[in-house]
């Protein structure tokens, strides 16, 4: 009632406004000196514009807009009500054949109304932010300075218009000529070089960064804030917006690694994948795991009927199976505690809910514990479990399935890293036995944050208080965020034929020294307080990581960030002969003979 009440009073005043309009057409129509006959025409024909332009505000709903926070889309659609005002007006006056009348004021009056309806809107507006200046809730906030060019800072500052917490007291810009510029009130003070001198300047205690996600100025410009000492913040990214939880995407947020990455977000083929996915039984193995598990988040928000979540790991799956039920209530969710080196056991499995499609993640991926006493384990997961998960799929009518590999397959010079492109070739050559499959492995390099990469390791090394262990200082290594890694995993399902290796784009390779270097910055310490030292490469490890063996080449796909690779010659795999050999080779193999036999079977194996 009183919100009726409200927009009743609002249209009142509106009309009132017309009126007057309607009286100084006329009189600046006559030169300001109206005479007698024509103001008693005016107040006669009144009544036209007060009706059609009551009718036009209604029928655009111009009536239900809060005045206080009127902006751009609420003055366009002023705008197209007056038009249509304006238009019944003039029918309505040329229709009652007015004696005399001017028609110069059918184009005086809709300028005037524009003029006094917009004036008062943006008068209650600038009088709700005085009043909300008054009260102390912007001063309250935070000062910060938005670092990026004009167009940037321009949709930053309207991100943070209004909020509680921080409060914009200055533009830092890469572009030298925009210093001393202006937009809503704030000054270009500096360029990123002198943003420590800028934020002791202006009290400033936070920077915003408001370049784009992949520009290549980006990182560059977080770093020069974090070593102006500043609390680096940055917008969400657009899908931060769907999260289940708003709080996500409420506002600024601390900058995270992966925003110092520079690495655009992935563009999906969204109905191509809910073809795949809605409405289908999906099978992840390793479900349990980093990838494993943002793959699983990533289908049931495509809308899987059926996600069965297979991994050896009790916590793991226990986990995952509290985070989707509460995430994705109408999911329906299997979670099965299964070793994928159990044929028989993955068979019951895939019988029992006939998936049409399998995400294969399921492995084990540390390089130096693989590498020493764990030589057989890696064999039995990696490559006995990739086959039987495989031939399973293809018994059972699954129609598409993808293996989870890795960069380290490439020339790999560790035990895991053969492992994994035995697997590859493993799952080629089960590929070849079964036609209606489709059989797809991709390739990518770290992931940031998932478990055992060297970001946790650094994380709880600095929590401790350092000293940060690199390995050597030139080691180089591709990253990717998780989700990135998943949505492209689901991509190359989608578009691969089968027996392809697809290769993910990793973008530029990062140094692991500047990456200890770039987490010691966003935890607030210097490289004084938290020293790097260097403990030496660990066996089987490579200086730099390869996404393409040497006698491969690629060849690009519809989506810029995958690519095929394409092997010079398929090799032929006895399938029967691998399995045969890793189940008797018992439960402690000398570590020589499984690298002798791995070095039969991937030619470019070269073991250090």
């Known amino acids: 009632m009183l919100r009726s009440r409200h927009t009743l009073a609002q249209l009142a005043l509106d009309l009132v406004l017309v009126a007057w309009a309607w009286a100084g057409a006329f009189w600046l129509r006559f030169n300001l000196d109206l005479p007698d006959d024509y103001a008693q025409l005016a107040w006669q024909g009144v009544w036209v514009p007060l009706a059609a332009y009551a009718l036009a505000l209604l029928a655009l709903r111009v009536d239900r807009h809060v005045w206080r926070y009127a902006g751009l889309p609420e003055l366009r659609q002023l705008a197209r009500a007056l038009g249509l005002g304006a238009a019944l007006t003039a029918a309505g006056v040329l229709m009652l054949r007015l004696p005399q009348f001017p028609r110069a004021v059918l184009l005086i009056h809709p300028l005037l109304v524009l003029v006094v309806l917009a004036g008062v809107r943006a008068l209650a507006r600038s009088l709700a932010e005085r009043e909300a200046?008054?009260?102390?809730a912007a001063p309250a906030g935070r000062r910060l300075l938005v670092v990026g060019t004009l167009q940037e800072a321009a949709e930053a500052l309207r991100a943070i218009k209004g909020s509680q917490h921080w409060r914009a007291v200055g533009i830092v810009s890469p572009l030298p000529q925009e210093v001393g510029r202006s937009l809503q009130g704030l000054t270009v003070v500096a360029t990123p070089d002198s943003l420590a001198e800028a934020a002791q300047d202006h009290g400033a205690e936070a920077a915003l960064v408001a370049s784009?996600?992949?520009?290549?100025?980006?990182?560059?410009?977080?770093?020069?804030?974090a070593d102006a000492g500043l609390t680096l913040l940055t917008l969400p990214r657009a899908d931060a917006w769907l999260q289940a939880d708003p709080s996500a995407a409420s506002g600024p947020r601390r900058v995270a690694l992966e925003d110092l990455l520079g690495r655009s977000p992935v563009q999906l083929d969204v109905a191509g994948l809910a073809e795949m996915i809605s409405g289908q039984t999906v099978l992840v193995t390793g479900a349990g795991g980093s990838i494993g598990s943002e793959l699983c988040r990533q289908i049931a928000r495509l809308g899987a009927a059926r996600l069965v979540c297979v991994d050896v790991s009790e916590y793991a799956i226990y986990a995952l199976e509290?985070?989707?039920?509460e995430a994705h209530p109408q999911l329906q969710g299997v979670y099965y505690t299964a070793n994928v080196r159990e044929a028989e056991r993955l068979r019951a499995i895939f019988e029992r809910?006939?998936?049409?499609?399998?995400?294969?993640?399921?492995?084990?991926?540390?390089?130096?514990?693989?590498?020493?006493?764990?030589?057989?384990?890696?064999?039995?997961?990696?490559?006995?479990?990739?086959?039987?998960?495989?031939r399973v799929a293809g018994e059972c009518g699954v129609r598409r399935f993808v293996m989870i590999s890795t960069d380290k397959a490439v020339n790999p010079t560790n035990i895991m890293g053969a492992s994994k492109r035995l697997a590859e070739l493993v799952v080629q050559a089960v590929a070849a036995e079964n036609t209606g499959t489709q059989y797809v492995s991709v390739r990518f390099g770290n992931v940031l944050g998932s478990s055992g990469s060297v970001v946790p390791l650094f994380t709880s090394q600095i929590a401790k208080g350092?000293?940060?262990?690199?390995?050597?200082?030139?080691?180089?290594?591709?990253?990717?965020?998780?989700p990135e890694a998943a949505q492209l995993v689901l991509q190359a399902g989608l578009m691969g034929s089968s027996g392809q290796i697809f290769v993910l784009d990793m973008g530029e390779p990062v140094k692991i020294l500047d990456l200890a270097r770039m987490i010691i910055r966003l935890s607030g310490k210097t490289e004084e307080e938290i020293p790097i030292t260097f403990s030496g490469l660990r066996p089987g490890e490579k200086l730099f990581e390869e996404l393409l063996a040497d006698d491969e080449t690629t060849e690009p796909t519809p989506h810029p960030k995958l690519r095929v690779a394409r092997v010079s010659g398929l090799q032929s795999l006895d399938l029967d002969a691998v399995e045969g050999w890793i189940v008797g080779a018992g439960p402690a193999p000398e570590a020589g003979a499984v690298r002798s036999w791995l070095m039969a079977r991937v030619p470019e194996y070269a073991a250090r």
Do not use: C, W
Request: without cysteine.
């Open 133 to 136: 200046g008054a009260s102390g």
């Open 212 to 225: 784009s996600p992949g520009t290549p100025q980006r990182r560059e410009v977080m770093l020069q804030a």
């Open 322 to 325: 509290q985070e989707l039920r």
């Open 353 to 390: 809910h006939a998936p049409s499609v399998a995400f294969h993640a399921a492995a084990y991926k540390h390089v130096p514990l693989m590498e020493q006493l764990n030589e057989v384990e890696a064999l039995r997961t990696n490559v006995l479990g990739t086959l039987n998960a495989a």
């Open 466 to 482: 350092g000293p940060v262990t690199v390995t050597h200082p030139d080691i180089v290594r591709y990253f990717m965020t998780i």
